[in-house]
């Protein structure tokens, strides 16, 4: 499938209006314990500033195309924007292909920063070939990755298990969904909503 960047843009402009009454819902006070795991699990790199003063956690898959045009959006920030971290929930919704691919990012070791720009810059639906390749033009050792994975897939799986979990907590009815300084959006955000949302985390 070809992924079409500036009609999905539209569409996620439109719909982050469409769907503004479904978010920001408020913080959560009776399970801050799992706000705090969503935002810091240890066994996920950060993007952006590791040590920034604000984070943002998306739920994504590999093959949601408003996925991908958020990540866009989120890369923008990221320029302009040396304060936030961010970090990238695998959720993979779209089934086996999508769980490969999410075990093989996170196998990717020093790679996992391209790893991730590469499989969701990509503009074609993926395969387990279509993904390897991806991540060997990205400098992923691939065989050592899939070969590792006979060790790592316990730890990659529970992992995904958990941002499942999370998921189905928050009653997410699909990627993406966003927690933005203990925040949760339910939805795709432009850049100029995600800078929003992460001035209000810093002013609160």
Known sequence: MIFTRS???????????????L????????????????????AIPALGNPKGDVT?????????????????????LLAEDHGVRLVMKDWPIFGDVSRDAA???????????????ALMT????LSAHRTDDILGVAGVDVASARAA??????????LLSRNDAQATAFRLRG???????GRLFKR???VAELREAVARARAG
């Open 23 to 42: 978010a920001p819902l408020p913080a959560w006070p009776r399970i801050v314990a799992t706000v705090s795991e969503v935002a810091f699990d240890p």
């Open 103 to 117: 075990r093989m990012a996170l196998s990717a070791g020093d790679h996992y920063p391209a790893a991730v720009d």
């Open 56 to 76: 943002i956690a998306e739920f994504v898959d590999y093959q949601c195309p408003v996925c991908k045009l958020v990540f866009v959006e989120l890369k923008k």
């Open 188 to 190: 795709g955000m432009p």
């Open 149 to 158: 994975l006979a060790d790592r897939q316990p730890a990659i799986d529970a």
């Open 122 to 125: 990509n503009e074609r639906g």
């Open 175 to 181: 990627t993406p969904a966003l927690v933005i300084g």
């Open 7 to 21: 009609v999905d843009r539209r569409l996620l402009l439109k719909g982050a209006a469409g769907l503004a009454a």
